[in-house]
T-cell receptor, first 115, second 112 residues
Framework: AQSVAQPEDQVNVAEGNPLTVKCTYS??????LFWYVQYPNRGLQFLLK??????LVKGSYGFEAEFNKSQTSFHLKKPSALVSDSALYFC?????????????FGPGTRLSVLP | DADVTQTPRNRITKTGKRIMLECSQT?????MYWYRQDPGLGLRLIYY???????NKGEISDGYSVSRQAQAKFSLSLESAIPNQTALYFC???????????FGPGTRLTVT
């Protein structure tokens, strides 16, 4: 079965420090990979995606993510966290050969950036 | 995302009632989706539609039905609501030519 794991329910980091939100997946083939962010009372907002090419992808708001095929991971990173980055982050995968374009979402990681 | 709207934003209903959640989009996307979000479970797909005449069940379709009235409109119905359908419901859209999905603001549904 396809699955996405986000091993940390909660990540706390001090403002100005680097942050990492972890994601690993179990999906056949080479899936497309995504990160979304959800602010309170809002829908999910697309942050970035990995389709092919360079393993390090850059996205919105200074976020980037590193794809590691051997570890089936797609960790989200930011060099210097802001208080406004505090939100719920979701990793998602979409099988590359899935006509249904069905996404599988992780359970989410709540990021708290402390001033 | 203002391009994907959902109504109502909040709804409280009683067990056994029929309820419809509506989604509209101005993004011009052909594909639309309904998800539910439960704490600690992420998002789970209920139904998806690739065009007006193409409707497909997702992971958790039991107890739900959908209608794609037009390319821009996709409605989710609960024929007889039950308390474990209490959740946050999201509509999403995507273009057949792109990879990512775009989400509406969500509908918080409480079934008492």
């Amino acid at each position: 079965a396809q699955s996405v794991a986000q091993p940390e329910d909660q990540v706390n980091v001090a403002e100005g420090n680097p942050l990492t939100v972890k994601c690993t997946y179990s999906v056949s083939g080479n899936p497309y990979l995504f990160w979304y962010v959800q602010y309170p009372n809002r829908g999910l907002q697309f942050l970035l995606k990995y389709i092919t090419g360079d393993n390090l992808v850059k996205g919105s708001y200074g976020f980037e993510a590193e794809f590691n095929k051997s570890q089936t991971s797609f960790h989200l990173k930011k060099p210097s966290a802001l208080v406004s980055d505090s939100a719920l982050y979701f990793c998602a995968v979409r099988p590359r050969d899935n006509y249904g374009q069905n996404f599988v979402f992780g359970p989410g990681t709540r990021l708290s950036v402390l001033p | 995302d203002a391009d994907v709207t959902q109504t109502p934003r909040n709804r409280i209903t009683k067990t056994g009632k029929r309820i419809m959640l509506e989604c509209s989009q101005t993004k011009g996307h052909d594909r639309m989706y309904w998800y539910r979000q439960d704490p600690g479970l992420g998002l789970r797909l209920i139904y998806y539609s690739f065009d007006v005449k193409d409707i497909n069940k997702g992971e958790i379709s039991d107890g739900y039905s959908v209608s794609r009235q037009a390319q821009a409109k996709f409605s989710l119905s609960l024929e007889s609501a039950i308390p474990n359908q209490t959740a946050l419901y999201f509509c999403a859209t995507s273009a057949s030519s792109s990879y990512e999905q775009y989400f509406g603001p969500g509908t918080r549904l409480t079934v008492t």
